[in-house]
């Protein structure tokens, strides 16, 4: 599987002791070329102006780079400051690390097209909650929407963003509509506060949005691999998108410091089998996953690793036989999903 990584992703928050750390991708890059599994790798590369203002305005871009700069100037300690729009600690370094990671999902994303298959940009910081004129959550720059804008800026048509990070994606539901559809599992009641069933909407033009609030109170692994076993194909067949991007946070993960949902790190493998055979049905394949959160170091390794094993063909997706095991509030909410999209496609 291409991986699009950096060793520039190493200078956001060095040294700093924060949790979205450094080791996020410098020690899961080693860990997984250290199992031989990063044969194909790309740079990433630094967004463009125009990129990151299909998603971003030019004030809120402004203004990451002046509080980032005046950070360079900076004697002494502290070498690390709050954005002043929300939660996200920055460094000196963190425009210019956040930058490429935007230009690496663009890159990840421009590869799953060109050679119709799946790529994982493993960049940092993430960037779902990241809104128009608003970091917040650890987030600058909202890297799926970035590379969702970035390809129907080229080619149209529609993409549909897939998060199963822990936490839901405010800016990416924020950015919805005009090509790009989005459906989220997430914990509720948990940070961000947004992403409540009753905000899943058909949108103008075929698009949708669907939200799926899961108990934070945590999950069975198979209720949660066959949530989107029933999800992802019912809001593709509806979409048919011609691109699916996968905002693959993996702090769901059972001890995750940020997140945990309860949720076995096997998990990612089955996700990822499941993804594919719905990409394989209605894009050729075309799949750009785009690392958001997830905070254990060695949790991130195997989940990395086991999408990978699965878009390497050495995992099947998993058979409807779970959804015994989804909780009937669940289902409930599922089935008015069903509903709202008209069964389309449904089989
Ligand atoms: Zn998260």
């Known amino acids: 599987m291409l991986v699009v990584t950096d060793d520039a992703f190493g200078g956001h928050l060095r040294g700093s002791g924060h949790v979205e750390s450094a080791d996020r991708v410098v020690a899961v890059t080693a860990g997984l070329r250290s199992r ?27 203004l990451i780079e002046a509080e980032t700069e005046r950070l360079c100037h900076q004697a002494g300690d502290p070498r690390f400051a709050m954005l002043s729009t929300g939660d996200v600690v920055i460094g ?13 999902a663009i890159l990840a994303m421009e590869q799953a097209v060109e050679w119709a298959k799946a790529t994982f940009a ?19 720059i909202n890297n799926a929407l970035v590379a969702a804008r970035a390809y129907l800026a080229t080619y149209g048509g ?13 800016g990416i539901q924020a950015g919805v509509g005009n090509g790009v559809s989005y459906v989220s599992t997430h914990a509720w009641p948990a940070y961000p506060g947004t992403g409540s069933a009753t905000q899943s909407a058909l949108l103008p033009e075929g698009d949708v949005l669907v939200n799926v609030p899961l108990s934070s109170g945590g999950l069975s692994t198979e209720a949660f691999v066959a949530i989107w076993a029933r999800l992802l194909p019912r809001v593709a067949s509806y979409v048919r998108p011609n691109l ?24 990612a493998g089955m996700l990822a089998a499941g993804i594919a055979e719905v990409a394989q049905r209605y ?7 785009i690392l958001e959160g997830g905070y254990s170091i060695p949790a991130l390794i195997d989940s990395v690793a086991g999408v990978m094993a699965a878009i390497d ?7 409807g036989a779970e959804w015994a095991a989804v909780p009937a509030s669940m289902r409930r909410v599922l089935e008015r999903l069903d509903a709202m999209l008209g069964a389309a496609g449904s089989s």
């Open 36 to 62: 031989r599994l990063l044969d194909d790798v790309l740079s990433a590369r630094r967004a463009g102006d125009a990129e990151l203002m299909r998603v971003h305005t030019a004030a809120y871009l402004a």
């Open 92 to 104: 000196s370094a963190s425009y210019e690390v956040a930058r490429r990671a935007a230009g690496g």
């Open 122 to 140: 493993l960049v940092r910081p993430p960037g779902h909650h990241a809104e128009q004129a608003r970091g917040m959550g650890f987030c600058l």
């Open 158 to 170: 529609r993409v549909l963003i897939a998060d199963f990070d822990y936490h839901h994606g405010n």
């Open 244 to 267: 699916i991007l996968v905002s693959a946070g993996f702090d769901y993960v059972a001890g995750d410091p940020v997140g945990d949902l309860g949720i076995d790190v096997g998990a």
């Open 283 to 289: 894009c050729d394949g075309r799949t750009a996953y």
């Open 313 to 319: 063909g050495r995992m099947s997706p998993v058979s």
